[in-house]
C-alpha cells in the first residue's frame, strides 16, 4: 500500500513517521472541496510534546546589542525559528 490510496470515495494519505514539512505537504495534496457535502475526516493516533528550550543569544560587545533570550522546540532550525 503507497502513501496515498482510495477506496469507496475514500482518499487516505499516510503522514506516519513524517517530519512537520512532509505531514503539511502530504495533507496540502488531498483534493480541494468540490462541494459542501464533501467531509474531510483527520485521525490523530498520537501527539507528543515537544519539549521547548530556551536559548540565549550573545552579541559581540562592539555591536552593542543587548543579550536575547528566545523559546524554541528541541531541535528546531534558528533560521526558521528566527522568522516566527
Do not use: W
Not at 502513501?3 to 475514500?10: F, G, L, N, Q
Amino acid at each position: 500500500r503507497g502513501p496515498i490510496s482510495v477506496e469507496e470515495d475514500r482518499l487516505d494519505v499516510a503522514t506516519e513517521c513524517l517530519g512537520y514539512d512532509a505531514t503539511i505537504e502530504a495533507l496540502m495534496s488531498l483534493p480541494a472541496v468540490k462541494s459542501p457535502d464533501d467531509e474531510l475526516t483527520l485521525t490523530v493516533k498520537r501527539i507528543r510534546r515537544q519539549p521547548r528550550i530556551n536559548v540565549k543569544l550573545q552579541y559581540p560587545p562592539y555591536s552593542e546589542e543587548e543579550d536575547e533570550t528566545i523559546e524554541l522546540f528541541a531541535g528546531e532550525n534558528l533560521r526558521r525559528a528566527n522568522a516566527h
